[in-house]
């Protein structure tokens, strides 16, 4: 059973209390033949598997049932099956086949007129308002299993439903990021290169190589971004949606951007992993872009390097990093809310994992892993 419902949580419960009463009966009216001893054992073998093999389990117990009801003058002594009959027409009713329905109600119920009329003071049913309120009894039953199919079925309908909305709001979320963010961001490019081929002098005077790189990584990242949303890949298949190349990516972005910046140092990225970008891994990743951000704001490129050192192991992601403190008399600290790290740890803690930070040896360090799984 690949997952348990509400349903199949109560027919386990329900069976083994079932199965506990056959057997409280079998030590207090023991059969005394063989028949009525394979009969008893087929009943709780059945009543055993019907959590897990519904259907023919239910069979099993139906046709225990019959035997027993047919043998009761050979032998009357033994567990008695109408629990295990009522659950197994539950069960069959969550398959909702009118000739089973039929067939099965139909031959429990000429077993039990023909032990009722063999054996009256051992079944107790008056013929034949008793038989007919057993047979009504077990009609019951199977119409609790088809309101039970008839729910799961509403609700793998709603699931249904509920995916396609959210395929539908992807859809428009990717459309508009490449519509907007992308189409901007191309247009900056163009612009940007046109005034390299018409004004060059204008072009290097205003830095706008620096300017053309920015707009690069964030069209880079803003076509990552809408093919993850939208579930395609266009260089090999469901690579987007791993952790390993999103995290090698990242780095790799960030390097080329701070060595722009005339930033010293590199991130390197040792391991394999095979984990799918979820929500731990887009944790992850946000964090790398805080530690990335906070080298560029914080760390002077002329008095001190960088070092991001990525791991992944069997069971975590581990995430180092140390730049210097050092500062040039021409260096300028933009202002911070000192909140960055703080927050993400938040984060990172609500998955399992940490991150810590400090100074040692004249140099600031960063600490964070996480745990691939829950």
Avoid at 1 to 22: G, R
Avoid at 106 to 133: D, K, Q
Avoid at 214 to 225: G, I
């Amino acid at each position: 059973m690949a997952a348990w419902s509400v349903a199949d949580k109560v027919i386990l419960c329900l069976s083994t209390a079932a199965l506990c009463e056959v057997v409280v009966e079998w030590a207090m009216n023991p059969p005394h033949t063989m028949i009525g001893v394979v009969g008893a054992m087929l009943l709780c073998v059945a009543l055993a598997l019907l959590p897990w093999r519904g259907q023919a389990a239910a069979w099993m117990i139906l046709v225990t049932a019959l035997v027993g009801n047919l043998t009761i003058c050979v032998d009357a002594s033994g567990p008695g099956s109408t629990w295990g009959l009522l659950l197994a027409m539950v069960v069959l009713g969550r398959r909702a086949r009118i000739t089973e329905c039929v067939a099965s109600i139909g031959l429990v119920m000429a077993s039990v007129t023909y032990a009722t009329l063999a054996r009256p003071e051992i079944m107790g049913y008056a013929v034949p308002s008793g038989i007919i309120n057993f047979g009504i009894g077990l009609l019951c039953a199977y119409l609790v299993g088809m309101s039970i199919l008839h729910r799961e079925r509403q609700r793998t309908q709603r699931e249904a439903r509920h995916q396609l909305e959210r395929a539908r709001l992807q859809l428009l979320t990717s459309t508009s990021l490449h519509d907007s963010v992308s189409g901007n961001l191309s247009r900056i490019l163009v612009t940007a290169e046109r005034a390299r081929r018409d004004h060059p002098e204008v072009y290097a005077l205003c830095d706008m190589e620096r300017i053309v790189g920015y707009a690069a990584d964030a069209l880079r990242e803003t076509h990552r971004t809408v093919d993850m949303i939208h579930g395609d890949d266009p260089v090999e298949g469901t690579e987007c949606f791993a952790l390993l190349p999103a995290v090698r990516a990242v780095a790799t972005s960030a390097d080329r951007r701070l060595h722009g910046l005339g930033y010293d140092g590199e991130s390197v990225v040792r391991g394999e992993c095979d984990c799918r970008l979820d929500d731990r891994g887009y944790a992850f990743i946000a964090l790398l872009r805080e530690i990335y951000a906070n080298i560029e704001h914080h760390c002077d490129p002329k008095r001190s390097a960088y070092h991001v050192l990525i791991r992944f192991t069997r069971n975590s992601v581990i995430m180092s990093q140390s730049n210097g403190l050092g500062t040039s008399d021409q260096w300028l600290a933009p202002p911070a809310s000192g909140r960055g790290l703080t927050l993400h740890d938040e984060q990172i803690k609500g998955f399992g994992g940490t991150v810590r930070a400090g100074t040692s040896g004249g140099r600031w360090w960063v600490f964070g892993e996480l745990p691939l799984h829950s």
